[in-house]
């Protein structure tokens, strides 16, 4: 039998208009009275920053806002935002959006404390101390980042993801406002959530999930498959967007104290490169990776099969995997999800780097199947010609 660990110290709060009580909720935890928040251009455009930022200044927070963060966030960004939380003298920070927000506002809360770059982190060069307060608001349905020790960033110059991942990283409080994502366009929430639905995949079967993370992910997966549809169809519908942001947490909270595998692998390597969003990369991949890993554990493959519906409890597990398979390609193809020989500025030529970025990426050895450059390249291929 295997021994385990799971570890969660993030308090959770989810409800419709929880945000409103942002000031309410911070009293107890004592962080300070100088807040950064930290969000992007698309999200502040909304005009969902500016409530929060005013709520808190009535109730006495001193607030500065810092929103030079790309889709895929780079470290000149960080490094960019540590600073200015220096110059703020910043207590904590408040990320306030999708992945890119939150994990960019995890990395200035570690370097505006502690110095250094992202990649010193990565690389095991610098320890994880002193992080400031991360609090985490997220406005999309996806990543799960505000319940996770993990923080994915680009560097700049090599087009790499770099994994910055500890404990320490975990924000102290996660506010989940349904209400923050009734106006996430169309085309974000299909990626968003698919992307939610790769973390739950993965966080399950990857070489070292745990029963907890297991069960996280199973109900993440039941979720997804039948709120997404809604929530895309109709963004107002309250239920969907309650239902994928419960996903969304339960999936982080999966693969939070598990990992992620080959798909997120190929997916960040697509990222670096062309900037592509992180689900729509995601999405490209998943039929085919889980095509290449069935062949590696078939049981496990069909209970996946069957907690999302595309397969009877009934069905032989050789029927399961394959209805799997069939039902992934046909649920992304329903949120309109580009092929991955449609995605803007892929090059076959490129296949070599993408390759070689998905090999030297950290979560590799989580995949259940063993997988090599070989293998990557031959997922790839078979991806972009279908």
Same mark, same amino acid.
């Given at each position: 039998?295997?021994?385990?660990h799971?570890?969660?110290?993030?308090?959770?709060?989810?409800?419709?208009?929880?945000?409103?009580?942002?000031?309410?909720?911070?009293?107890?935890?004592?962080?300070?009275?100088?807040?950064?928040?930290?969000? &992007?251009? /698309?999200?502040?455009q909304?005009?969902?920053?500016?409530?929060?930022?005013?709520?808190?200044?009535?109730?006495?927070?001193?607030?500065?806002?810092?929103?030079?963060?790309?889709?895929?966030?780079?470290?000149?960004?960080?490094? !960019?935002?540590?600073?200015?939380?220096?110059?703020?003298? %910043?207590? %904590?920070? =408040?990320?306030?959006?999708?992945?890119?927000?939150?994990?960019?506002?995890?990395?200035?809360?570690?370097? /505006?404390?502690?110095? /250094?770059?992202?990649?010193?982190?990565?690389?095991?060069?610098?320890?994880?101390?002193?992080?400031?307060? =991360?609090?985490?608001?997220?406005?999309?349905?996806? $990543?799960?980042?505000?319940?996770?020790?993990?923080s994915? =960033?680009?560097?700049?110059?090599? *087009?790499?993801?770099?994994?910055?991942? &500890?404990?320490? +990283?975990?924000?102290?409080?996660?506010?989940? &406002?349904?209400? +923050?994502?009734?106006?996430?366009? !169309?085309?974000?929430?299909?990626? $968003?959530?698919?992307?939610?639905?790769? *973390?739950?995949?993965?966080?399950?079967?990857? !070489?070292? $999930?745990?029963?907890?993370?297991?069960?996280?992910?199973?109900?993440?997966m039941?979720?997804?498959?039948?709120?997404?549809?809604? %929530?895309?169809?109709?963004?107002?519908?309250?239920?969907?967007?309650?239902?994928? +942001?419960?996903?969304?947490?339960? %999936?982080?909270?999966?693969?939070?104290?598990?990992?992620?595998?080959?798909? *997120?692998?190929?997916?960040?390597?697509? /990222?670096?490169?062309? @900037?592509?969003?992180?689900?729509?990369?995601?999405?490209?991949?998943?039929?085919?990776?889980?095509?290449?890993?069935?062949?590696?554990?078939k049981?496990?493959?069909?209970?996946?099969a069957?907690?999302?519906?595309?397969?009877?409890?009934?069905?032989s597990?050789?029927?399961?995997?394959?209805?799997?398979?069939?039902?992934?390609?046909?649920?992304?193809?329903?949120l @309109? =999800?580009?092929?991955?020989?449609?995605?803007?500025?892929?090059?076959?030529? &490129?296949?070599?780097?993408?390759v070689?970025?998905?090999?030297?990426?950290?979560?590799?050895?989580?995949?259940?199947?063993?997988?090599?450059?070989? @293998?990557y390249? *031959?997922?790839?291929?078979?991806?972009y010609?279908?």
């Amino acid at each position: 039998m295997n021994s385990f660990h799971y570890f969660c110290p993030t308090r959770i709060e989810m409800g419709m208009g929880k945000a409103k009580q942002l000031p309410e909720l911070l009293e107890s935890l004592q962080i300070g009275k100088s807040i950064l928040l930290v969000s &992007d251009p /698309g999200v502040v455009q909304t005009g969902l920053v500016e409530p929060i930022q005013a709520k808190l200044q009535s109730a006495g927070y001193r607030v500065t806002l810092f929103d030079d963060v790309s889709q895929n966030p780079r470290d000149t960004e960080c490094l !960019k935002g540590a600073e200015y939380f220096n110059e703020q003298n %910043a207590d %904590a920070v =408040i990320a306030i959006g999708g992945g890119s927000a939150m994990d960019t506002g995890k990395a200035i809360a570690l370097i /505006g404390r502690n110095g /250094g770059t992202p990649i010193e982190y990565a690389e095991g060069q610098r320890r994880y101390e002193n992080v400031a307060p =991360i609090i985490c608001v997220p406005t999309t349905a996806g $990543t799960g980042s505000e319940v996770t020790r993990s923080s994915v =960033i680009t560097e700049a110059s090599t *087009h790499r993801k770099l994994t910055l991942k &500890d404990a320490a +990283l975990r924000p102290v409080l996660a506010v989940l &406002d349904p209400e +923050l994502t009734f106006t996430v366009p !169309k085309s974000v929430t299909a990626a $968003t959530g698919v992307d939610a639905l790769v *973390h739950a995949i993965e966080g399950y079967t990857c !070489k070292v $999930t745990n029963p907890i993370s297991q069960a996280m992910g199973a109900r993440a997966m039941e979720i997804i498959v039948s709120a997404l549809p809604e %929530a895309y169809r109709d963004g107002r519908n309250e239920k969907a967007r309650y239902d994928m +942001l419960l996903a969304s947490l339960l %999936a982080g909270l999966c693969f939070g104290s598990a990992d992620v595998a080959a798909v *997120h692998c190929l997916a960040e390597a697509l /990222g670096g490169l062309y @900037d592509t969003p992180h689900g729509v990369a995601n999405a490209v991949f998943l039929p085919f990776v889980l095509k290449f890993n069935a062949q590696e554990n078939k049981a496990m493959h069909a209970k996946l099969a069957r907690y999302m519906k595309f397969a009877a409890e009934s069905d032989s597990d050789e029927q399961a995997v394959e209805q799997l398979i069939q039902g992934i390609e046909a649920f992304t193809r329903s949120l @309109d =999800i580009p092929k991955l020989k449609d995605l803007p500025g892929l090059r076959k030529e &490129d296949f070599g780097k993408i390759v070689e970025l998905a090999v030297q990426n950290g979560s590799t050895p989580s995949n259940i199947r063993t997988v090599t450059a070989k @293998d990557y390249l *031959h997922i790839l291929e078979d991806a972009y010609n279908a």
